[in-house]
């Protein structure tokens, strides 16, 4: 039986790790940059491509937020922005070459519908930030600010999971690298063109002590119920190397979506 769920658990991380490769993964570090060749969109807006990687060097063009540019290479020289350094980067607009400052390009974009998300990154102090800015049609954009669990992460677009009265989901999905790391992440929903943070989900273990683990199943997913989404909440204990993992309780719950909040409908707790 152990053997059984093992292969199970392997296959799952198989198909888990193959689905991530074909994704973009973000960091707290430079190390997570853009690639020579990656088409990027700005972040920023009224940005200044200039002729050399410096604040000082000229102005070729004033460029607005969404630009669409391609990356031809990173510079060695790099500016603080909204609390982290960030390189110059060479860049292609049009026909022209010239340099703009990495935290002034999107680390992604997502479509959902007509509406189009911006996403950058920030610091303060210890805590690292998403950014998201929505445009509108005439170019401007608002923006919102989520603190971060984790600093590695990808950028998902889920479609609407069968969701009533939704446009889209997005999920911000942490990858945690050892025992203690938050592996959870953060759920968006959109809803006539708004994103609305709906949740933040918990995945840690140590191993050999214990584990929390939260999710969410949607209607579209096995074992999901028709116009709710099911709320998972597991807490195992470790005892011995016979028992292995021992769950110690486990909490589920039917929400329902209403606007920007997430209802529950009914709860059930069993414990072993």
């Known amino acids: 039986m152990k053997a059984k769920q093992m292969s199970s658990i392997l296959t799952l991380l198989t198909i888990c790790l193959f689905a991530n490769a074909q994704q973009k993964l973000h960091c707290g570090y430079d190390d997570c940059g853009f690639e020579s060749g990656e088409v ?4 920023g807006d009224q940005v200044q491509l200039r002729e050399g990687p410096t604040t000082t060097s000229k102005v070729l063009k ?14 060695e020289n790099s500016w603080r922005y909204k609390g982290r350094d960030s390189h110059f980067y060479k860049v292609g607009y049009k026909g022209m070459e010239g340099y703009v400052l990495g935290g002034l390009i999107a680390i992604e974009r997502k479509v959902v519908r007509k509406a189009t998300h911006l996403f950058g990154q920030a610091k303060t102090g210890d805590e690292h930030y998403l950014l998201i800015r929505t445009l509108a049609e005439d170019s401007s954009f608002t923006e919102k600010a989520t603190r971060l669990g984790n600093t590695q992460f990808y950028l998902s677009h889920l479609g609407t999971k069968g969701v009533p009265e939704v446009e889209g989901i997005l999920w911000v999905d942490y990858i945690s690298e050892g025992c203690g790391s938050e592996g959870g992440g953060i759920y968006f929903f959109q809803q006539e063109g708004t994103l609305h943070q709906v949740a933040r989900l918990s995945q840690v273990s140590d191993a050999g002590v214990c584990y929390f683990w939260e999710e969410f199943v949607f209607p579209e997913d096995d074992h999901g119920v028709a116009g709710k989404i ?23 719950r039917e929400l329902e979506w209403s606007g920007e909040k997430l209802f529950p409908d009914s709860t059930a707790v069993v414990n072993y």
């Open 62 to 75: 004033t460029l607005k937020i969404g630009t669409q540019l391609v990356i031809l290479g990173k510079h």
């Open 230 to 252: 099911r709320y998972k909440k597991e807490i195992g204990e470790y005892y011995d190397e016979a028992s292995q993992w021992k769950k110690t309780s486990v909490e589920t």
């Open 40 to 43: 990027v969109y700005l972040f």
